[in-house]
Nanobody, 124 residues
Framework: QVQLVESGGGLVQAGGSLRLSCVVSGSSFIHYGLGWFRQAAGKERESVAAINWSGENTNYTDAVKGRFTIYRDNAKQTVYLEMHNLVAEDTAVYYC?????????????????WGQGTQVTVSA
């Protein structure tokens, strides 16, 4: 059973920073591609960032390029999303996800396991 547990969300002022963490249980972490997604109230879930098994390949949605960084620590079985220069439009529930394939993919349908989400609220 693979479980993902996110943490690090909260309330932050516009222009501030947060770092989200997601601990992934299971013995095959190094084989997983990982991603971060978000869902704002009343909107569909959207892709934010993805990372391959080694961390060498990453992808970002245009809205967060230059502000967000995804990285992973395979020894700690954790994937991170570091967020800077936050804006009100970043307000959402953020989810991490794992896929049974080492490549980085942005499509939510490519992912097999999901966390429960962590709320990020950016005040204007």
């Amino acid at each position: 059973q693979v479980q993902l547990v996110e943490s690090g969300g909260g309330l932050v002022q516009a222009g501030g920073s947060l770092r989200l963490s997601c601990v992934v249980s299971g013995s095959s972490f190094i084989h997983y591609g990982l991603g971060w997604f978000r869902q704002a109230a009343g909107k569909e879930r959207e892709s934010v960032a993805a990372i391959n098994w080694s961390g060498e390949n990453t992808n970002y949605t245009d809205a967060v390029k230059g502000r967000f960084t995804i990285y992973r620590d395979n020894a700690k079985q954790t994937v991170y999303l570091e967020m800077h220069n936050l804006v009100a439009e970043d307000t959402a529930v953020y989810y991490c996800a794992a896929r049974l394939n080492p490549a980085a993919k942005m499509e939510p349908t490519k992912y097999d396991y999901w966390g429960q989400g962590t709320q990020v609220t950016v005040s204007a």
